[in-house]
T-cell receptor, first 115, second 115 residues
Framework: KAGVTQTPRYLIKTRGQQVTLSCSPI?????VSWYQQTPGQGLQFLFE???????NKGNFPGRFSGRQFSNSRSEMNVSTLELGDSALYLCASSSHLAGGRNEQFFGPGTRLTVL | AQTVTQSQPEMSVQEAETVTLSCTYDTSESDYYLFWYKQPPSRQMILVIR??????QNATENRFSVNFQKAAKSFSLKISDSQLGDAAMYFC????????????FGQGTELSVKP
């Protein structure tokens, strides 16, 4: 099976712009989670989508949003970019079984730089 | 709220020796899962080992094993016969049974392996 893929791998944006990141989960996986990784804050949970519905949400401002399509692919959007949004954004997928017992498989990440 | 703490920012081990990485967590839930992830310089997160809280037996995966102390809320990772390829950042993560795809990560431990 192909792993989790994320596009693009690198992005450079300027403050005030918006950005959309894409994630394709492992075939058959219906849960997609997003994380932000920065040197200062570490790995922080953004949100999770399951069957096109947001199932969990972290403590991030409304500028961060996401969605999931019927094929389980997910996108996250960040509007009005700030310098502090520079980070590695990781996507992870897991199977449809309920509960935290599922293993999350991570993609290679998208490195976002905001100038 | 659940928290995960890794008190060792950096660790070093000689090749072929054994090293133990520490992790403590705090939760009021009774059912949960604990994970150790490895993140090499490529930034690809790789699952090393997982432990279900309801299992008393410590999980093992080849050279990797955990010491899970539920009452003490401690979850350490032991790497035996360390190899150069083990050099990476290691993250301890908590997943609540009913939290779906949400993982809470510790700050990480940077492991270096000396030849």
């Amino acid at each position: 099976k192909a792993g989790v893929t994320q596009t693009p791998r690198y992005l450079i944006k300027t403050r005030g712009q918006q950005v959309t990141l894409s994630c394709s989960p492992i075939s058959g996986h219906r849960s997609v989670s997003w994380y932000q990784q920065t040197p200062g804050q570490g790995l922080q949970f953004l949100f999770e989508y399951f069957s096109e519905t947001q199932r969990n949400k972290g403590n991030f401002p409304g500028r961060f949003s996401g969605r999931q399509f019927s094929n389980s692919r997910s996108e996250m959007n960040v509007s009005t970019l700030e310098l502090g949004d520079s980070a590695l954004y990781l996507c992870a997928s897991s199977s449809h079984l309920a509960g935290g017992r599922n293993e999350q498989f991570f993609g290679p990440g998208t490195r976002l730089t905001v100038l | 709220a659940q928290t995960v703490t890794q008190s060792q920012p950096e660790m070093s081990v000689q090749e072929a020796e054994t090293v133990t990485l520490s992790c403590t967590y705090d939760t009021s839930e009774s059912d949960y899962y604990l994970f150790w992830y490895k993140q090499p310089p490529s930034r690809q997160m790789i699952l090393v080992i997982r432990q279900e809280a309801y299992k008393q037996q410590n999980a093992t995966e080849n050279r990797f094993s955990v010491n899970f102390q539920k009452a003490a809320k401690s979850f350490s990772l032991k790497i035996s016969d360390s190899q150069l390829g083990d050099a990476a950042m290691y993250f301890c993560a908590y997943g609540g049974y009913n939290q779906g795809g949400k993982l809470i990560f510790g700050q990480g431990t940077e492991l270096s392996v000396k030849p």
